[in-house]
Every structure is written in structure tokens, then in C-alpha cells.
């Protein structure tokens, strides 16, 4: 077969030699036999340093007619170097594994002896294996020391003692990494990335543990962060079903994710403790594709907010999460959210205050509101699927609500439950195929009547209406019965309204008359009453 060429750049840093070829120096060779992983080694080595550089690197050429599928050990090869390294008295004797170690290296390997301004770490330089076949735990903790080794850059100081790493990054060089343990990055670190790759849970990964654990518990700085501004790139995080998610952080402020990928955890895939600040976007998250079959035990959750201050945007969430996204904690914005996590779940379930969700997507699965507050609801569409407005305890409140220009496609639209005791500020209207809100406008006819009740169950949300407008319009009797003014006045009828506490309306009038009424209801102001409806 035709040969197989594998581009190498032998780089050791500190007490190893480096041999670069240069194209056009004249060459001088040695001869010798690898196994294969050897040869990958040597391939994977040049690949760390970047395809433009490769060039102009020396190369190692297979003996022709070796195919290293079949011949997995002692392939011949050909390794050529030029005389300017020869020149530098490396040695060129023994096995690659000699001239390219194998052997991990160590934090002090890289530090000890020198600095690099390169703050880029591979986990393959300290033995992870980027196939994803072999557990690759004990290189990440070492990619870690390294890390957060900052005797190479300059001592700067971040909020509340952090440290500041100067943008290090662990970069995965698109490897697929098998991990038995959690990566943990401990707490009062900053400014630092992980990139470009996957990371995968093996089987005898801890079930209640996340493959990245950020921060510890118990910060008792003033604003509850101990760790800032993290950045996640183009990562995909596979639980496989055996941890309980990707990632977890405590008391972090600034942690920007995206895009990422995350499949196949148990418990939750991303959950925020504590610190503030997450911008989660153009990421998909789920515990199972869509063309598995969960067990009937699948109830994760896909992300998890128990902080302050959150965005997401452009996430998809799908196939099957119990919950899509949990907010339990103020300030969070949603937009352009789309959770499609199964019929008659919970896409986004809010329980807590001053919280917009703007142009989600609710693909069959309900958004959930629990005693809301501060919360603004708009331009969002809901497929087969409603809004369930719940009140829970005892002395439940609801105040200043915007729920306005969403879409709807079934009835019901709103799902009303349980008593709140009061309610203030509510404006729930201008809801396309939705007749529930806070507010409407009724005109019913009248027959020479004093006294007409008009029914407003079916299109207020709440029992009592607040505020009450109406209009009414006479049908003008004969003109011999209009011989003079008084006879006029005593046409045109006085009306009123009478006080109410249930969701119709009784207009009075005299006298008696026909024509129509033409009513208008609002609620949403300090009353409390609420009518329940199972949903």
C-alpha cells in the first residue's frame, strides 16, 4: 500500500532536546521500528503545534508497504533530521519513545526550569489519550496544577482576592477524553478557558457528581464569589448517563458557556450555586437523543439556576428532561429559549422574582409560574401546550405581571390554580388565541330592562374585577313620544354599576330601556380572590 506520512514536531520543553527539520536543509537519517501508538504519538505531537507550522517540521515516513491497521507492532520507519541538530549534540540513538518521551509530564517539568509565554495546555502532554479509549483522569489533574501554575505570568489580583490567570486555557485540541473523577477547579482562580473538545463520563464515574466542578461551597465574600469570569467554548460534555451532569459552580460570577453540548446526564446538566452571572448561548442540552427510549425513571433537569443574574440565549433544550430550565433564583433573562422536552412537561419552571422570558419557543411542554413577581412574559409561542399560573402556601401573593403578545395555538391557553391572597399590578391581555387575561371588553343587548349581569368567568383570570367601564346606547323610541324636553329626559336611563366579588357584573338602570351595554372589566389590582381549576 501506499506509504502512510506522519508529520512530526518533537517539542519537549525544560530538559529535552527539540529537532526541527528545516525543507531544504540536506538530511541527514536514522532507522528504527515503533508500534503504532508510538507513531501516533510522534503524528499527535505535531498536531499540538498547529497545521501551519507542520511544513516546516521533519516528518516520519513509513516503510513502504506497512500497514499499521494490521501491524501493530515494531513498524520500520525512517526518521529524518538535518545537520543543525545533529550540529547541537542531541542524541539520536534508542527508540522514538526515547527521542519523543512518552512519559507525562510533570507542573515542575514546565516551570522549573523555564517560562513559555504558551499559557495554551493540552491534557495530551501529560498523557491524556485523545481517542477517548483509555481513562485520561490523572492527565487532567495535572492539566489543572498547570493551570493554575501562575509562576510564568504576572501576580494580578481580580475582585476579592482572586487570582488571575491571564486567559490560560486548557485546550482540548478537539480530543475525546474519558474521565473516571471530577475535574475541579477550586475556588479564588479567574479568568481562565476550557475549548475545544469532548469530555466523557467512563463507567465508574461518581453517579452524584458533574464532570466540571467550579468553585467550592462556603464562599463568604460580601457578594458570595469566589471565582470569575470562566469561559467555555465549543466543548461537549457526555454524562452517558452515569453522572449527574457536565457542570456545576459555586459562588462564580461571570461564567460565559457557549456554544456546548450536553447529553446523557442523570440529575441536572448545568447547575448555578450561589455567585451571579451566567450567560449560557447557542448550546444544546439533553438527557437523551430523540431516538432513544428513556426509562421511566428520566426526571433530570437541564439547567438549573439557584443564582442571580443569569442569560441565556439561543438554547435548545430536547428530548426528555423532566424540567428544561429551573429558575429559582432573580434577574434572569430568557430569550429566544426552545424546549422540547416531551409532551405535558415542564419547559421553563419560574419560582422566584424579576425574571423576562422573551421569544421562547414552548414545543409542547408548559412554562410553569409559581406565586410570580416582577416577571414580564412576551413574544413567545406556545405549540399545543398552556400557561399554568399557580399560587402555592397559604398567604400566596402575586404582583407586577406582563404576560402580552404571545402566541397560542390550544385552549386552555391559562391554567388557573389555587388562591392567591392578594394580587396587584397584573396586566395578562393582547395574547393571540388566548381569551384569559386581566382584562376585557363585552357589549350585550337590552330589552326594557333596569337590571343586566354580564358574565366575564370565561376571559378573567382572576374572580374579582377592580375596575369597571361601560357605555350604553338607547334605541330611540317613536317621535310622538318625544313631544318635549322632559319627556326626553325621561328616555335616556341612569346607570351604575354595582359592587362585585365574583367575575360578573350587574349594571342598574332608570328607567327601564333598550338598547345594548357595552361593558369593560379590569382586574389585577389589590384584590384577592381565585378561582381553582385542576390543571
Request: aromatic share 8%; glycine share 6%.
Amino acid at each position: 500500500m501506499a506509504s502512510l506520512r506522519l508529520l512530526a514536531c518533537l517539542v519537549c520543553v525544560g530538559a529535552l532536546s527539540r529537532f526541527v527539520c528545516a525543507v531544504a536543509s540536506p538530511y541527514q537519517s536514522i532507522h528504527g521500528s515503533m508500534t503504532l501508538d508510538e507513531a501516533m504519538e510522534v503524528h499527535l505531537t505535531g498536531m499540538r503545534h498547529g497545521q501551519q507550522k507542520m511544513a516546516d517540521h521533519g516528518h516520519v515516513l513509513l516503510n513502504q508497504g506497512v500497514d499499521p491497521r494490521k501491524e501493530l507492532r515494531n513498524i520500520p520507519f525512517t526518521m529524518y533530521f538535518d545537520d543543525a541538530d545533529l550540529s547541537q549534540g542531541s542524541s539520536l540513538e534508542g527508540s522514538p519513545s526515547t527521542l519523543h518521551s512518552s512519559t507525562p509530564k510533570s507542573p515542575a517539568s514546565i516551570f522549573s526550569s523555564s517560562c513559555t509565554s504558551d499559557r495554551s495546555i493540552n491534557p495530551v502532554d501529560y498523557g491524556a489519550d485523545p481517542t477517548g479509549l483509555r481513562d485520561s483522569t490523572d492527565a487532567f489533574l495535572t492539566a489543572v496544577e498547570v493551570l493554575l501554575n501562575t509562576s510564568c505570568i504576572p501576580q494580578t489580583i481580580m475582585a476579592y482576592n482572586v487570582t488571575d490567570l491571564g486567559g490560560t486555557e486548557i485546550n482540548l485540541q478537539y480530543g475525546q477524553y474519558l474521565i473516571s473523577k471530577p475535574i475541579h477547579i477550586p475556588s479564588f482562580y479567574g479568568h481562565y478557558a476550557i475549548r475545544y473538545g469532548t469530555i466523557r463520563a467512563s463507567e465508574s464515574f461518581p453517579k452524584n457528581l458533574w464532570l466540571l466542578n467550579i468553585g467550592d461551597k462556603g464562599c463568604s465574600t460580601p457578594q458570595k464569589t469566589c471565582s470569575i469570569w470562566v469561559n467555555i467554548e465549543q466543548v461537549m460534555f457526555d454524562s452517558a448517563h452515569i453522572a449527574a451532569g457536565s457542570i456545576v459552580t459555586h459562588s462564580l460570577m461571570g461564567l460565559f458557556a457557549g456554544p456546548t453540548f450536553h447529553i446523557g446526564f442523570n440529575v441536572v446538566g448545568i447547575q448555578l450555586n450561589s455567585g451571579h452571572a451566567l450567560m449560557l448561548s447557542d448550546s444544546w442540552l439533553a438527557q437523551y437523543y430523540w431516538n432513544e427510549t428513556p426509562p421511566p425513571s428520566a426526571n433530570a433537569t437541564a439547567v438549573q439556576l439557584n443564582n442571580a443574574d443569569n442569560l441565556m440565549f439561543n438554547v435548545i433544550v430536547f428530548q426528555h428532561t423532566n424540567v428544561g430550565v429551573s429558575v429559582n433564583g432573580g434577574g434572569a433573562v430568557l430569550h429566544g429559549v426552545h424546549v422540547w422536552n416531551g409532551n405535558n412537561k415542564t419547559a421553563i419552571a419560574l419560582d422566584h422574582q424579576s425574571t423576562r422570558v422573551t421569544n421562547c419557543y414552548f414545543d409542547g411542554a408548559f412554562l410553569h409560574l409559581t406565586n410570580p413577581q416582577q416577571l414580564v412574559i412576551q413574544n413567545s409561542f406556545f405549540l399545543n401546550t398552556f400557561l399554568w399560573y399557580e399560587a402555592s402556601g397559604d398567604k400566596a401573593q402575586t404582583t407586577d405581571v406582563i404576560i402580552t403578545d404571545n402566541t397560542f395555538t390550544t385552549q386552555p391557553c391559562i391554567i388557573r390554580t389555587h388562591w392567591f391572597q392578594s394580587t396587584s399590578g397584573i396586566q395578562i391581555q393582547d395574547n393571540l388565541n388566548c381569551p384569559m387575561a386581566t382584562r376585557a371588553i363585552k357589549s350585550v343587548p337590552v330589552h326594557n330592562s333596569t337590571s343586566v349581569t354580564v358574565d366575564f368567568c370565561a376571559e378573567l383570570l382572576f374572580d374579582q374585577i377592580q375596575t369597571v367601564f361601560f357605555s350604553h346606547t338607547i334605541t330611540p323610541p317613536p317621535p310622538q313620544e318625544l313631544q318635549d324636553a322632559r319627556a326626553l329626559n325621561e328616555v335616556f336611563p341612569v346607570c351604575h354599576a354595582l359592587a362585585t366579588t365574583t367575575c360578573n357584573i350587574t349594571i342598574q338602570c332608570t328607567p327601564a330601556f333598550n338598547g345594548s351595554l357595552t361593558v369593560e372589566a379590569i382586574q389585577g389590582n389589590s384584590i384577592s380572590c381565585w378561582k381553582y381549576s385542576a390543571p
